[in-house]
T-cell receptor, first 118, second 115 residues
């Protein structure tokens, strides 16, 4: 039972290079999220996808793009990496339900990807 | 917009003692969830406890319990009989109940357990 799987776990880039962080979940969840974690700032939402085929910006979307390839996969792309994007990135998934039976709201997280931009 | 505030960047406690981590939040909604997540050095985010706002009874999970004060918008985590394995970053988080349920996180409290 893999849950949420992120790749790669570590990556070093030079300024201006591009890369894609991959995320896949095997829990048949509808919603998927990308967060970044920086010291003293907690986790901040970059983008999310409420369902296959839809994506929306979160709190800090600048410099990133996302693709919801199918229900399982949600990728995060840095087109031209900058040192300010040095961070730990977390993918997460959740299965919301409509009222009156609301979901638990519990996010299931991947193990995180540490990205360093030089 | 919802905000979550953790005013204690660091806390420490003697092993076997009790510690309380503070969290306040701001929302105009009446129906929502609150969470405490633990992040040990392994970096994995682990759900510790969850509270539904419509429930007046405070949630408990073994040694972990919360003090949920809805009117004061306060949600503290009490860890009893602290163990070395409790050392971690603890994040408080808020989620609106209906919809895609994005979580808003606080900035975290680093808890150190003193043997």
């Amino acid at each position: 039972n893999a849950g949420v799987t992120q790749t790669p776990k570590f990556q070093v880039l030079k300024t201006g290079q591009s890369m894609t962080l991959q995320c896949a979940q095997d829990m048949n969840h509808n919603s998927m999220y990308w967060y970044r974690q920086d010291p003293g700032m907690g986790l901040r939402l970059i983008y999310y996808s409420a369902s296959e085929g839809t994506t929306d910006k979160g709190e800090v979307p600048n410099g990133y793009n996302v693709s919801r390839l199918n229900k399982r996969e949600f990728s995060l792309r840095l087109e031209s990496a900058a040192p300010s994007q040095t961070s730990v990135y977390f993918c997460a998934s959740l299965n919301p339900r409509t009222r009156p039976t609301s979901s638990t709201g519990e996010l299931f997280f991947g193990e995180g990807s540490r990205l360093t931009v030089l | 917009a919802q905000t979550v505030t953790q005013s204690q960047p660091e806390m420490s406690v003697q092993e076997a003692e009790t510690v309380t981590l503070s969290c306040t939040y701001d929302t105009s909604e009446s129906d929502y969830y609150l969470f405490w997540y633990k992040q040990p050095p392994s970096r994995q985010m682990i759900l510790v406890i969850r509270q539904e706002a419509y429930k007046q009874q405070n949630a408990t999970e073994n040694r972990f319990s919360v003090n949920f004060q809805k009117a004061a918008k306060s949600f503290s985590l009490k860890i009893s009989d602290s163990q070395l394995g409790d050392a971690a970053m603890y994040f408080c988080a808020y989620s609106y109940v209906f919809g895609n349920e994005k979580l808003t996180f606080g900035t975290g409290t680093r808890l150190t357990i003193i043997p």
